[in-house]
């Protein structure tokens, strides 16, 4: 890299490399004199100190690791978005890990951070980890930690979330008086903590509105074409939704797909909403009702409260959870148009 | 972090720490059978080199950084899933800058990096970006550089692209067999040498097939809110278009909305088409045509080459510009419907 040492800086300036390392860190040790000769020097020369002579020095690495599931998802890259903000007015740099939703994948990640690369780490969980061993593991190095969104109840660990359960319950209760007697829930990995909380919601909903007999909960996952078939089952069956529910856009996305092959209407058969941040949601046939977490708030505050621990300062209780709210954006998706005949082709 | 060092661990085995460093580094000079007990107890106790000290040692991070205009954006995110894919693999960590589109921002990004920080930097410039010092000034320090997408064609720095100007001749060419005869090129700044590119194919088949003189390129750019009014503008004039061609994927979503607003109907009244790799694009209303970019394979790739420039292997000929092929997706948004009476809310 840049070739000039501090040994270089220091043979050149006729003082040890001791004193040219103390003018740096501006040392009251050292006169302003001294200092000015040598900061004029070491940025004629484009002199950086060496990170990691630093870091060993300090042990402190001015890093933090994002370790999430996905990139290709516009609530994590939102959320990405507001940590950078952050950590960069802080003057840290982000290390990004994707574990993929591979619970092996994020062992080996975290274990290779419990080193000493990174002053802090912000996790959101994968949907197949279902054991927690390799973050109480962080836990007892001493490695401050964070959960965001995807976060384990059990853990002594702040976290900041968005109020998935009512949410979901505001989500269900609008479909609800928009007409829907029969709502599916379209829902991820039980094990993680936002697929309970969502679906907490609905069923609260669904009670509510006296329908606690009409539940239904379709588990879906990464792969496509496996979740419109269990989709397209279920539309096609004899006790036929007219609601959708889902937990990620990923599963409206593939709702969509679903009802276009078989000539659905929405919302006229059917009407869906979804947890989803997608601002091209305004733009889909029909346009999408959405439920929109805080993204980039959730990522802002996430570091915000990270950097409070590797500071070492205290944490008010209310600081220890936090939860950002959501909020619906109803569009045509669940108007309550005139309910059409459903169309020939489903099974009888 | 983690309270174990290397001394413990040589007090505990009654060893020196240098014995212990060399056995857990595999060295020949250490017996099998202390390198077994040393390997043992570093296991059990979860003991891990402390990665600054080994850094300074080797001078290795084993640390790329990836600088991007920003996260929000589905070919970006999908690079950065290919890069890390190659990374993890090479047992390499990932960090991640965001431009903003902003030049100083990026200045500063590289001035830090030149530190040593990392061993290779993938870098796609901002839109602000007009010259190349700090670009230069890394290459000046022997820091390993790569270009992808967006780059400085004028230094002699390896790039991964798409075929722009190919893609984008294809693209204008299909919306004139689609029956357009007046099309606009919604662009990004000049300075971008995708922006020229994407041009370039435009102008040359508008001069194949004989529409030279209507040539009409509009500047957009990150705000939503201008965007919109300069489209609005273009499509309520005299001389309104009858096709729009998009270089990124955000001026679709706002011509999308300014039609939706105006209830000017896509594709009757107006054909478009854009470079997007959002997945969504064919749930769009109607299903947007896009140039879909091989963005997980230019991640992939560029990597690939940043590691081959690291380790200091020769690189081909052919391998100091990639160019991977975009491909057209063709959907509703431009297929030849009988033309329309455009609607009377027209100015005059």
Redesign the interface.
Known sequence: ???ITLKKLADELNMSPSTVSRALRDSHEISQETKDRVKALADKL?F??????S??RK?K?R?IAVVIP?????FF??V??GV?EVA?QKGY??????THEDHK?EEDILH?L????VEGVMISVSNTTKNFEHIE?CQK???PLLFFDRVCENMEVPCVTTDDASAAFKATEHLIKSGCKNIVFLSMADSLSISCGRKTGYLKALSKYGFANKEKVIECGPDDETNRRKIQQVLQSEDRPDGIFAAVEKFA?NT??VC?ELDIKVPQHLKVISFSN???A??????LSTIVQPAYDIGKESAAILFKIIDKKKLLSSEKRIVIPSHLVIRESTTSKQYAKPPVLFKQ
């Open positions: 890299m840049n070739n484009d950086q100190p060496n990170p990691h002579a870091s060993l042990n690495s890093t996905e990139i290709q998802n516009n890259s939102q990405m978005n950078e960069r740099h982000v290390l990004i890990y994707l994948r290779l419990r080193s000493g690369r593991a190095a001493d490695l996305v969509y797909e276009r997608l601002s091209a305004a733009l889909f046939n029909p346009p």
